[in-house]
């Protein structure tokens, strides 16, 4: 299996535009979670979900962020308008039975 | 409110010296527990995890952890550091009747002194 796959690895965007995060799970696996990592914050749960249906995103921040899982093979993590302060990097896991498994991140750089 | 502690934001030990972690957590019961390694600009990767049974767990990388219930603690150890252990340390507690949510704590830096 080649693992969670996240997409774009780097994006540097301009403060007011849209930023679509990707992801990919690990095949069986029925939760995904999206997190974003920052010096002040740490790791952060922004939101998770079972079975694609969301279960709990009171970690987003604001309206600004949503995110989907279409199917069990994807998901999305949008931000409409970036900010600055959004600045971060941001990491699927997906998970099954126990096991969590991270993405590699991507990387998100608002200027 | 979930609540997992790593007390240590900063750790130096020299190269051969022994390491321990430290981690807290605040639950009722017993949750399940992991120990997640990051290096600079990567991602995260499972060190060991806890569910039940034997406390002492073994991880990879020659690391161990320890669950006690009476202290709410799963420090993670290694009995002789090599400088390829330099990294960020994640403790993480899940409660799986709320549904799965993976929660970590703040991360202790471990530097390793040649």
């Known amino acids: 299996d080649a693992g969670v796959i996240q997409s774009p690895r780097h994006e540097v965007t301009e403060m007011g535009q849209e930023v679509t995060l990707r992801c990919k799970p690990i095949?069986?696996?029925?939760?995904l979670f999206w997190y974003r990592q920052t010096m002040m914050r740490g790791l952060e749960l922004l939101i998770y979900?079972?079975?694609?249906?969301?279960?709990?995103d009171s970690g987003m921040p604001e309206d600004r962020f949503s995110a989907k899982m279409p199917n069990a093979s994807f998901s999305t993590l949008k931000i409409q308008p970036s900010e600055p302060r959004d600045s971060a990097v941001y990491f699927c896991?997906?998970?099954?039975?126990?096991?969590?498994?991270f993405g590699s991140g991507t990387r998100l750089t608002v200027v | 409110a979930q609540s997992v502690t790593q007390p240590d934001i900063h750790i130096t030990v020299s190269e051969g010296a022994s390491l321990e972690l430290r981690c807290n957590y605040s639950y009722g019961a017993t949750p399940y527990l992991f120990w997640y390694v990051q290096s600079p600009g990567q991602g995260l990767q499972l060190l060991l995890k806890?569910?039940?049974?034997?406390?002492l767990v073994q991880g990879i990388k020659g690391f161990e952890a320890e669950f006690k219930r009476s202290q709410s603690s799963f420090n993670l150890r290694k009995p002789s550091v090599h400088w390829s252990d330099a990294a960020e340390y994640f403790c993480?507690?899940?409660?799986?009747?709320?549904?799965?949510?993976?929660?970590f704590g703040q991360g202790t830096e471990l530097s390793v002194k040649p």
């Open positions: 896991a997906s998970s099954a039975g126990g096991g969590y498994t």
């Open positions: 806890y569910f039940s049974g034997d406390t």
């Open positions: 993480a507690v899940v409660r799986y009747n709320q549904g799965g949510k993976l929660i």
């Open positions: 979900f079972n079975n694609n249906v969301p279960i709990d």
């Open positions: 095949s069986g696996h029925d939760y």
